[in-house]
């Protein structure tokens, strides 16, 4: 599904980071969201790699990168941590500075990369997010309910563990119909594929692990230097049917954050890059052709 691109398995300090590059131009990093891989960038990825060199990579614990150990503290899942891997990674690649779009998870990653990495990211793009720290700090009961796995993955190991390894096919095709409104954007081939990587024991450890992060040790990262904002150009794409995109005034809560925001809706759910493909590459080519 990435015809043309080139496999890689690159090793970082802390994991070895499974993807995919191709194309040629500046170079644009894609990451992907829970509880998917780097395949959800197929309809947009070879196009985009006209004009940009693409690189789109499996975060630590997820598709085929490697799942260390998380820690008593989580650290090893921490958006630190992975944005870290992707700093290894493009510096491998020969991209000291880069362009970065990032969905879900993927989109949490981006964000810490620019907190964290200021003078490697150009542009970034995050889709169908509010910030971590500003979705736990206005906790409601009509987020509770959309968003009730937060609150189950951050529970104890094992619970969540052996709930969700009970029918872990049951579990992804129940979370990609609840947060998607596009019923043909997921083809039968795709859907395999993701549960082939999620059925992984490991990988539903290690995903666990993230949201556990993202309520410790990623809140305190994120309280930190949350008086420092974002500088880079940011862009903020949501689904016109996601929850995000309808419970919060996204625009106006980024630029809380960052100090150069625009962005808009785009058709579907909170899948963009599979539920509005072409409406997400128009948006990404536009932004980061501009840099």
């Not at 690159?10 to 194309?23: K, P, R």
């Not at 206005?138 to 951050?154: G, K």
């Not at 029918?167 to 081939?189: I, M, N, Q, V």
Request: aromatic share 12%; proline share 7%; net charge negative.
């Amino acid at each position: 599904m990435f015809h043309g691109f080139q496999p890689f398995r690159i090793q970082t300090q802390g994991a070895t980071i499974n993807g995919v590059h191709g194309g040629s131009g500046p170079p644009l990093l894609l990451l992907h969201g829970y509880p998917q891989t780097h395949l959800m960038w197929r309809a947009v990825a070879p196009r985009l790699a006209d004009e940009f060199t693409i690189v789109a990579a499996d975060l630590r614990g997820y598709g085929d990168s490697s799942k260390p150990p998380g820690g008593d503290d989580h650290a090893a899942y921490s958006k630190r941590a992975m944005a870290q891997d992707m700093v290894e990674v493009m510096q491998t690649l020969g991209f000291p500075r880069f362009m970065v779009a990032g969905h879900d998870r993927g989109a949490r990653v981006v964000h810490r990369l620019c907190r964290d990495h200021p003078h490697a990211v150009i542009r970034a793009a995050v889709l169908d997010i509010a910030p971590t720290h500003y979705m736990y700090a206005t906790t409601d009961r009509i987020f509770a309910e959309a968003y009730y796995h937060w609150f189950l993955l951050i529970q104890p190991c094992d619970l969540p563990e052996r709930l969700i390894g009970a029918d872990p096919e049951y579990y992804l095709r129940k979370k990609l119909a609840h947060w998607g409104r596009t019923s043909s954007a997921f083809e039968p081939e795709v859907i395999a594929e993701y549960v082939r990587c999620f059925s992984n024991p490991e990988t539903i450890h290690a995903t666990c692990e993230d949201y556990r992060a993202a309520a410790s040790i990623d809140l305190q990262h994120d309280e930190a230097d949350q008086h420092t904002p974002i500088t880079c150009p940011l862009l903020v794409l949501w689904g016109a049917q996601g929850f995000v995109g309808r419970h919060y005034d996204l625009l106006t809560v980024w630029r809380q954050y960052a100090v150069d925001v625009r962005g808009h809706v785009v058709p579907g759910g909170h899948f963009l890059p599979e539920e509005a493909p072409d409406e997400t590459y128009a948006a990404l080519r536009a932004f980061f052709a501009g840099a």
